[in-house]
């Protein structure tokens, strides 16, 4: 799908009355976002209110998910690549696309039998990727297992290793990608984005890798404030309860974990925005907007020298 904001024509359009009795939803909202067809009014509504918060105008804040799914991309290849993982847990359902295919296509190019487990809690989206993705329980080659989880309940790993006839095997590494995700954790009587995390890496075997991304309130004040206004908007509709987190809290979410340096242009090892995480060619055209969405790589266990 070539992203072209404002100019797709929505797939979905209930009558005003229906779209107001529709939940926000985190995939929906992306999707408006980055000027797709699978949403409603209301969330092309509240992507309006986003983009006039945020820099670059209108047209830019569809790259903070565009390069968020670029890099989701680049890492997964490096992995197979260059570590032995072929087991990734994806968080939500890649209900959006970017550059065409769903992320357990380019996965298996590369490696046939690689197994992608998407976990996804919103049950809309669960039911279509269940009857789009989900393959049949056989051989490991091509597998893709979509299963109902909690993506923002610390516990959702362990629970995933007891679900029947998911592929994931006690004491072998897996990747797990948190991307586009982390912002629009729901509001919770207890615990905080990064006891998200914790639990997380607490469950993942040595060996294993974490790609994450979350959306930034830059340092400067007059982007602060930019970050501030959308996530009032975002907030106000249920999706997340602190949307743009600053720098320091997001690199908190890796906790102990050592992050792989994100490009060769640097050796510092912390998150950077989606677009500068190991680029595919030189740099491209910067944009303000990119500072508003960062993204990591890092291991649990001994470093590897991959990066």
Do not use: N, W
């Given at each position: 799908m070539h992203v072209a904001s404002g100019a797709a024509v929505p797939r979905l359009i209930p009558s005003e009355h229906l779209a107001h009795h529709?939940?926000?939803?985190?995939?929906?909202?992306?999707?408006?976002?980055?000027?797709?067809?699978?949403?409603?009014?209301?969330?092309?509504?509240?992507?309006?209110?986003?983009?006039?918060?945020?820099?670059?105008?209108?047209?830019?804040?569809?790259?903070?998910?565009?390069?968020?799914?670029?890099?989701?991309?680049?890492?997964?290849?490096?992995?197979?690549?260059r570590t032995p993982v072929t087991t990734f847990v994806v968080c939500g359902a890649d209900q959006w696309s970017v550059d065409g295919d769903p992320l357990h296509d380019r996965i298996h190019r590369t490696r046939p039998d690689a197994a992608v487990i998407y976990a996804e809690p919103e049950p809309v989206i669960l039911a279509h990727a269940l009857g789009v993705y989900d393959t049949a329980i056989n051989a490991r080659s091509s597998m893709v297992r979509v299963v109902e989880a909690d993506i923002y309940d610390p516990g959702f790993l362990r629970e995933l290793y007891e679900t029947p006839h998911v592929p994931l095997y006690s004491g072998e590494p897996i990747a797990?990608?948190?991307?586009?995700?982390?912002?629009?954790?729901?509001?919770?009587?207890?615990?905080?984005?990064?006891?998200i995390t914790t639990g997380l890496i607490d469950t993942l075997p040595d060996g294993s890798f974490l790609a994450l991304t979350h959306l930034c309130a830059p340092e400067e004040p007059h982007r602060a404030k930019a970050a501030q206004r959308a996530g009032e908007e975002l907030a106000a509709q249920g999706l997340g309860t602190r949307p743009f987190l600053p720098r320091k809290d997001i690199e908190a979410l890796f906790g102990d974990l050592e992050l792989f340096v994100p490009n060769a242009l640097t050796q510092s090892r912390e998150p950077v925005p989606c677009s500068e995480w190991y680029p595919p060619g030189p740099f491209r055209e910067r944009y303000a907007i990119d500072q508003f969405n960062l993204a990591g790589l890092a291991r649990k266990g001994k470093p590897t020298p991959i990066a």
């Open positions: 529709e939940d926000y939803s985190r995939a929906r909202f992306i999707d408006a976002l980055v000027g797709g067809k699978d949403h409603y009014e209301l969330d092309r509504e509240l992507a309006g209110k986003v983009r006039r918060a945020l820099p670059d105008g209108a047209d830019a804040a569809g790259r903070l998910f565009v390069e968020d799914r670029r890099f989701q991309l680049r890492v997964c290849e490096m992995m197979l690549r797990v990608l948190h991307c586009a995700t982390l912002p629009f954790a729901p509001a919770r009587e207890e615990g905080t984005t990064a006891d």
